[in-house]
């Protein structure tokens, strides 16, 4: 199966350097009823500004809600489709605009983000697979679903058992089987000052 080609120049946790988006999803394999519960029990124990949850997920498992599966895959972008068609289970994920007071809540995205990384760790200490996909018609998933105006849908994302780059078309096994690139440390942390000026300085 496809696999993490992921280098880090520091000691991480192996579930955050097994962690990645592959395409390649073995289709006829469906995720286990407690795997999935398992990763939405992950979210509900996201952290969040004041606790207020502002994250709602649609889950759309393809051997118990077909129709809704379709309904979110014919969302997706015509190029994410190619690959997306062997995912045994869809998500949709939105983030409320505002606090459960009615007051505007900015942090609200960002705390999704936070919901959205916890499942994809917790999928991949049970030997699942995620890929989030910002590539989905935004207002097609609007109505498809009745999502609220006082959300935003965020992102789609793939869940299920990772199979063999060889099942994807030419097209993406190269990208399935490319090492992973991350930029150094020093292009994003500023130890005192702002990333970038004089690199990453870390006293031992």
């Not at 379709?70 to 289970?89: H, I, T, Y």
Request: contains cysteine; glycine residues 6%.
């Amino acid at each position: 199966m496809s696999q993490s080609r992921s280098n880090p120049t520091a000691d991480i946790h192996p579930i955050i350097a097994r962690r990645w988006s592959p395409r390649s999803f073995a289709g006829e394999r469906p995720v286990e009823t407690d795997k999935l519960r398992s990763c939405i029990e992950a979210v509900r124990w996201a952290p969040s500004c004041y606790g207020d949850e502002p994250w709602r997920f649609i889950v759309c498992d393809k051997s118990a809600h077909p129709e809704a599966w379709q309904k979110l895959f014919s969302c997706l972008a015509p190029k994410n489709r190619e690959w997306a068609v062997n995912a045994p289970v869809l998500m949709l994920v939105s983030a409320a605009t505002r606090f459960r007071n009615g007051k505007p809540n900015r942090w609200g995205e960002y705390d999704t983000g936070q919901a959205a990384m916890s499942l994809c760790l917790q999928a991949t200490a049970l030997g699942l697979a995620t890929h989030q996909m910002g590539g989905f018609d935004v207002a097609a998933a609007r109505e498809a679903f009745g999502i609220p105006e006082e959300y935003t849908p965020m992102a789609a994302l793939a869940l299920g058992y990772p199979a063999e780059a060889e099942r994807l078309p030419e097209e993406f096994r190269t990208m399935e089987t490319a090492p992973r690139k991350r930029q150094p440390a020093e292009a994003c942390f500023g130890m005192g000052r702002w990333p970038g000026d004089s690199g990453l300085r870390v006293e031992d």
